[in-house]
């Protein structure tokens, strides 16, 4: 383990930039059958999870994200008890789920293990609820479980990475349509939809995809302190349920959660797309 | 100047992080009284304008930040006529406002000539229209010129840079009871308000100052791509303009104006806080 003070990690974007992030000391790598995992302590942002060098989750600010993908669904679905979560290995977003006492059971469906047992040695912050006996692991491929179970859930949370590599399917057709197939009556899915300002072309193309398969269907937007860019998105879409005008405010205070980062009012305006998304999409939004 | 095609510039950030930008080549670089001013020309961002290393504006993102300081005051503002401007050398703020066609003058108070002087030889897209009859152009001291104009304005921009050397008394008590003496009744003034991630302790500063002069003021936020964690924040205050209920969207589509980032949900959107900015900011913002 490194533990030189002028160590860093470097996440390279598109070859026009990069970021470095000084780190104290290296916590684990490995190369699992998926892609190269490293847990790291950095200088300012606490515990740091890296995939192929690209930074996924921080302790500093993995409750934007986490908030984010999960309490927008749920305060939209009116009472949701069974969640299936596909990635999300950190254990962050199963963290938040299981705060809503509506919650029986989650499944949570992650390709690679290195991640989990990476993350429940070094990063207790975002795994502590993986012990939960609510929740059900499966080391599995998302995409098979997707096609070949018979469950239903009320939400679907896809907290994946990028569309490269294993995740690639995650982002195709067929899946959605499995997704569709999983979902109750008053269900709805979110997924990890990538920066507004470098991905235009994959935001598009996944909507085009989901507006075959879902009447309402959208993104939210959200601000990751160490993502390229800031700017992050999320898909939204429900067999029926609005995203806002079906998003009671008083649900929040009489769940007796508190957040750091999500409230009603950003809840209401994280829907509020800049002008160039809406020009990129607004055949494919329906809300 | 420089050609090679690995260069670079960086902005090191608090010593945690750094982000480095490929650059063709460095089109200017000079001193001045207040700052090094550099302009290059990078792979992936456009011209870039830095002060003190630190990225001020790009041209791939400028469009976000000018868009969010002129138009939300001049759409909350009912019949904005006289703008005055402090900083903002670029010119990109002053090109937004003189889009608007009630605006009859625009006073800009830029306190370092080689800024305005770089980015006329190396930025016309973000300094052409300081040639704009409208415009009257002072190279002075904003701060001064505040305390001792007697002219007065409906909506009052400060596009300052952060503050720490020149910048420092735009962010004080003197310097915001004369902004107040400057406005008209409607009147309306925003200002660079800084990163909430990295800057609540300045954030609430400002804010506790401006709160014991103006009964209406809150932070409204958008998203750079090239600020550090992307997410920043707008100061607003006013003497009774209201920035949500006083906006009337039907003005946008009656400007004939369009825009990249800002727009109608966008306006309403920006002004919804995360939670750890109400929890910083919650007793001293009033709208």
């Known amino acids: 383990m490194n533990s030189e003070k002028n160590n860093f990690v470097e996440e390279i974007h598109r070859n026009h930039f990069s970021i470095r992030y000084k780190i104290k000391e290296k916590l684990f790598e490995g190369q699992s059958d998926f892609q190269k995992v490293e847990v790291v302590e950095t200088l300012g942002y606490g515990r740091m999870l890296l995939n192929d060098s690209l930074v996924m989750v921080t302790e500093k600010d993995e409750f934007i994200y986490h908030d984010m993908i999960s309490h927008v669904p749920l305060f939209v ?17 199963a963290r938040e789920v ?6 029986e059971s989650v499944v949570m469906v992650e390709i690679d293990k290195m991640v989990v047992d990476a993350c429940r040695e070094f990063i207790p912050q975002t795994s502590k609820e993986l012990a939960n006996p609510k929740l059900t692991l499966l080391i599995e491929d998302g995409v098979k479980y997707m096609k070949e179970s018979s469950d239903t859930f009320d939400v679907i949370i896809i907290d994946s990475t990028d569309p490269i590599g294993p995740a690639t399917p995650l982002f195709g057709e067929e899946f959605y349509k499995n997704v569709y197939a999983r979902l109750s009556d008053n269900g709805i899915v979110v997924a990890q939809g990538e920066s507004p300002f470098y991905e235009e072309v994959m935001q598009k193309k996944l909507l085009i995809i989901v507006s ?13 302190m160490t993502y390229p860019g800031g700017l992050w998105s999320f898909l939204f879409a429900s067999k029926g349920r609005h995203p806002i005008k079906d998003f009671q405010a008083n649900r929040i205070e009489q769940s007796g959660l508190d957040f750091n980062y999500y409230n009603s009012e950003i809840h209401k305006g994280c829907f509020s797309l800049p002008q160039f998304m809406v020009n990129n999409l607004k055949e494919l939004i329906q809300i």
């Open 77 to 93: 679905h009116p009472n949701p008890k069974k969640v299936l979560i596909v990635g999300g290995g950190d254990g962050g977003t």
């Open 98 to 103: 299981l705060r809503h006492s509506s919650v």
């Open 212 to 224: 075959n398969i879902f009447p309402l269907r959208t993104y939210y937007n959200f601000n990751n």
